[in-house]
């Protein structure tokens, strides 16, 4: 489940305290589910794109931890991310703690979030590791002695990147594992890729130049006595800030 929807509405009936009685317990479980312990968020801007992450998690169904090293990636096709504060190698400094969810542990997991099997390697980051990684498991890595609960706060930036060069798919996918107390999960939103604006900028300086050509052959005119043709320049000269002004 790689999309999440929410509908509302529906017709009035005479059980409708019986109908909520039963569907408010329901409810509760799917918008407690749906808040998630870690929150992923990811933000395009003019010069690239930021995943950032935050929250706590609860790592106590998981089975772990083991040490690995990992570095800030992302591959949409694979549903891998890893974010922090990479060094010049694209790896993240310090020692990572690895869970993976043991045999008999629901879960769900995330297929891909995009279309795309290429690693694109961070450019920039802030905080700790954290990660998500594997196709037939689910992995959870975390800095090394990460206590359930504690903050996560970490993000990778991919500078010159678009959400669409990168390869992700615009959605809300969400991973999710144990049940009870010891349930979780994390939740990315991938937002639509910007839309690029026309370059006006040759536009722009054409209509500026004429604008003050206009405006000093009118003022040459005002001196001469010749008022009419003098108002009719900055008349036109009007019209022209006026779409130079919708240009933006």
Same mark, same amino acid.
């Given at each position: 489940?790689?999309h999440?929807?929410?509908?509302?509405?529906?017709?009035?009936?005479?059980?409708?305290?019986?109908?909520?009685?039963?569907?408010?317990?329901?409810?509760? /479980?799917?918008?407690?589910?749906?808040?998630?312990?870690?929150?992923?968020?990811?933000?395009?801007?003019?010069?690239?794109v930021?995943?950032?992450?935050?929250?706590?998690?609860?790592?106590?169904?998981?089975?772990?931890?083991?040490?690995?090293?990992?570095?800030?990636?992302?591959?949409?096709?694979?549903?891998? /991310?890893?974010?922090?504060?990479?060094?010049?190698?694209?790896?993240?400094?310090?020692k990572?703690?690895?869970?993976?969810?043991?045999?008999?542990?629901?879960?769900?997991?995330?297929?891909?979030?995009?279309?795309?099997?290429?690693t694109?390697?961070?450019?920039?980051?802030?905080?700790?590791?954290?990660?998500?990684?594997?196709?037939?498991?689910?992995?959870?890595?975390?800095?090394?002695?990460?206590?359930?609960?504690?903050?996560?706060?970490?993000?990778?930036? /991919?500078n010159?990147?678009?959400?669409?060069?990168?390869?992700?798919?615009?959605?809300?996918?969400?991973?999710?594992?144990?049940?009870?107390?010891?349930?979780?999960?994390?939740?990315?939103?991938?937002?639509?890729?910007?839309?690029?604006?026309?370059d006006?900028?040759?536009?722009?300086?054409?209509?500026?130049?004429?604008?003050?050509?206009?405006?000093?052959?009118?003022?040459?005119?005002?001196?001469?006595?010749?008022a009419?043709?003098?108002?009719?320049?900055?008349?036109?000269?009007?019209?022209?800030?006026?779409?130079?002004?919708?240009?933006?």
């Amino acid at each position: 489940m790689n999309h999440i929807k929410y509908l509302s509405g529906g017709r009035r009936t005479r059980s409708r305290r019986h109908i909520l009685a039963v569907l408010c317990p329901l409810l509760f /479980f799917f918008v407690s589910a749906a808040k998630g312990g870690v929150t992923i968020t990811v933000v395009e801007f003019s010069g690239g794109v930021t995943i950032s992450a935050t929250g706590g998690l609860n790592l106590t169904s998981l089975l772990g931890p083991t040490n690995i090293g990992l570095g800030a990636f992302v591959v949409p096709g694979r549903a891998d /991310f890893g974010l922090g504060a990479a060094d010049s190698n694209g790896t993240v400094p310090g020692k990572k703690d690895l869970y993976v969810v043991p045999f008999g542990v629901n879960f769900m997991q995330v297929d891909n979030f995009g279309d795309s099997q290429v690693t694109s390697a961070a450019t920039g980051g802030t905080g700790d590791l954290f990660a998500i990684t594997g196709l037939s498991e689910l992995n959870i890595i975390v800095p090394e002695g990460y206590q359930s609960g504690a903050q996560i706060s970490s993000s990778a930036t /991919f500078n010159g990147a678009t959400i669409s060069s990168i390869g992700m798919r615009p959605g809300v996918y969400v991973w999710s594992w144990g049940s009870g107390d010891n349930a979780d999960s994390v939740i990315m939103t991938v937002p639509s890729p910007l839309t690029s604006k026309a370059d006006n900028s040759a536009a722009r300086v054409a209509l500026l130049k004429e604008i003050k050509k206009l405006q000093k052959k009118s003022k040459k005119l005002k001196k001469k006595g010749k008022a009419a043709k003098a108002k009719k320049l900055l008349k036109k000269a009007k019209k022209l800030k006026n779409q130079l002004a919708a240009l933006g």
